[in-house]
C-alpha cells in the first residue's frame, strides 16, 4: 500500500499529552516527517527523521516509530497547539512524496 | 528574506489550461530540490511533482501525470508549473516547497510560500 493513514479528529486538555499517529508501510522503510498547519497558513515541520525538531520547535514535541507506524507526541499541550498535523513519507521507490490525510487537533 | 512567493493562479474552466509561477529569494536557487504541493478546500495535503536541483529528475503525482509540467529557470530563480487539461478536482491551493535534504534521512519541505488558488469551474 502506498498510503499513510491518520485518525481524523483527535482531542486533548490544555496542558495534556497527546499522541497522534500514522500507518503505512511505506514507514517500514522511510522516517515520518510531521508537519503542522494552523488555518490559512502554510504547513510548518515539527519533527523530521523520525524524531528531530527543527530549530524553534519547542521541546514539547517529540517523535517515534514502530514498525508501521510513526507517532508524534506533544507533552503538556498549549493552546496554540490546536492545529492540522500531517504526516508524511516516501513511497517504496522513495521518488513520490506520501501525505497523511491529517489529523485535526483540538484543545480542550 | 528568504522566501517563496507563487503567483498565477486563478479561475478557469474545465478543460483549461493554466501557468503557475514560483519566485525565490534569500538563498541560492539553484542549490534546491524544488516541488509542488496542493490543498483542495477544506482537504488535506497532496504532493505534486517534483524537480531536482539541476533539472535531471522529474516525478509526478499519478493524478496529475501527463497533464501537468514542471520546469525551472535557475538563473532566474523561478519555479513553474504548467497545468493543461484542468478538471473540477484540481481546484487547490498550489504550494510552491524547498526541500532540505542535507543530513537526513528522508528530505523534508523546510521552506513553503504562502500559496495560490486555482478555481476550475465553469
Known amino acids: 500500500s502506498s498510503e499513510l493513514t491518520q485518525d481524523p479528529d483527535v482531542s486533548v486538555a490544555l496542558g495534556q499529552t497527546v499522541r497522534i499517529t500514522c500507518q503505512g508501510d511505506s514507514l517500514r522503510d522511510f522516517y515520518a516527517t510531521w508537519y503542522q498547519q494552523k488555518p490559512g497558513q502554510a504547513p510548518v515541520v515539527v519533527i523530521y527523521d523520525k524524531n528531530k525538531r527543527p530549530s524553534g520547535i519547542p521541546d514539547r514535541f517529540s517523535g517515534a516509530a514502530s514498525e508501521k507506524t510513526a507517532s508524534l507526541t506533544i507533552t503538556g499541550t498549549q493552546a496554540e497547539d490546536e492545529a492540522d498535523y500531517y504526516c508524511y513519507s516516501r513511497d517504496s521507490t522513495g521518488n513520490h512524496v506520501l501525505f497523511g490525510g491529517g489529523t485535526r487537533l483540538t484543545v480542550l | 528574506e528568504v522566501q517563496l512567493v507563487e503567483s498565477g493562479g486563478g479561475q478557469v474552466q474545465p478543460g483549461g489550461s493554466l501557468r503557475l509561477s514560483c519566485a525565490a529569494s534569500g538563498f541560492t536557487f539553484s542549490d534546491y530540490n524544488m516541488n509542488w504541493v496542493r490543498q483542495a478546500p477544506g482537504k488535506g495535503l497532496e504532493w505534486v511533482s517534483f524537480i531536482s536541483s539541476s533539472d535531471d529528475y522529474i516525478y509526478y503525482a499519478d493524478s496529475v501525470k501527463g497533464r501537468f509540467t514542471v520546469s525551472r529557470d535557475n538563473a532566474g530563480k523561478s519555479l513553474y508549473l504548467e497545468m493543461t487539461s484542468l478538471r473540477v478536482e484540481d481546484t487547490a491551493v498550489y504550494y510552491c516547497?524547498?526541500?532540505?535534504?542535507?543530513?537526513?534521512?528522508?528530505?523534508?519541505?523546510?521552506?513553503w510560500g504562502q500559496g495560490t488558488l486555482v478555481t476550475v469551474s465553469s
Open positions: 516547497a524547498r526541500e532540505h535534504d542535507s543530513g537526513v534521512y528522508v528530505p523534508y519541505f523546510d521552506l
